[in-house]
Every structure is written in C-alpha cells, then in structure tokens.
Nanobody
Framework: QVQLVESGGGLVQAGGSLRLSCAAS????????IGWFRQAPGKEREGISG????????YYADSVKGRFTISRDNAKHTVYLQMNSLKPEDTAVYYC????????????????????WGQGTQVTVSS
C-alpha cells in the first residue's frame, strides 16, 4: 500500500513560483516512478511531468517544459515539482501518482501508468 500526500499549493500571481511536494509512504519508494498530473475545471486530466524510480529520468509535457522541474529525494520519500513563470492557465488541482507495478513501458505522462494517487492540491494563478 502506498499513500501519497501533496502539499505546497496556493494562490500566486502570474509570473510567480510555487514548489509542490509529494510525500510518499512505502519502503520501496525509490523504485517507484512518480507522475504529476493536473485537472482544471471542465477539462480532462493532464499529465505534466514524471520521474523514473531507478535512473531518475524526467519527462515533461510541452505545456510546462522549460518552466517546471521535477526532482526527487529518496531519503525523504518525496518528489517535488518546482513551478516557475506560472500562468493563469496553470490553475488546476495538482495530483501526484505512483507506479508501484513497474510499468516502464507505459507513457510516464499517462494516468494508465499509475496505481496510487494523492488527494490533490489546488494551485491558483491570478492574472
């Protein structure tokens, strides 16, 4: 069983920054790929970033590439999403998710990859 808890969301002005954290339980956390997703009202969930468990490879959606950075601290069982140059269109509920099954052949930005999800944290970017 894996539990994920997101934190760090809030209200920020356009151009500002936030750092989201995803704290995870589980003794084999360092083996899990972790993904970040977001869902805005009336829109489909979007995979925005992922980081592999073994080699630390990172992945980004075009919508956030160059502005967001994903990283992990395995000692703290935490994955971070540093979000810079935020735009109003980044407003959404942000979720982290863990792949405990080792589905390395599945797109890291696809929700199909992940079997555990956090409750989400709200990010609101004002113009």
């Amino acid at each position: 069983q894996v539990q994920l808890v997101e934190s760090g969301g809030g209200l920020v002005q356009a151009g500002g920054s936030l750092r989201l954290s995803c704290a995870a339980s589980g003794r084999t956390f360092n083996m899990y790929a972790i993904g970040w997703f977001r869902q805005a009202p009336g829109k489909e969930r979007e995979g925005i970033s992922g980081i592999s468990g073994t080699d630390g490879n990172t992945y980004y959606a075009d919508s956030v590439k160059g502005r967001f950075t994903i990283s992990r601290d395995n000692a703290k069982h935490t994955v971070y999403l540093q979000m810079n140059s935020l735009k109003p269109e980044d407003t959404a509920v942000y979720y982290c998710a863990a792949d405990s099954r080792g589905l390395g052949y599945v797109d890291p930005l696809s929700g199909l990859r992940y079997d555990y999800w956090g409750q989400g944290t709200q990010v609101t970017v004002s113009s």
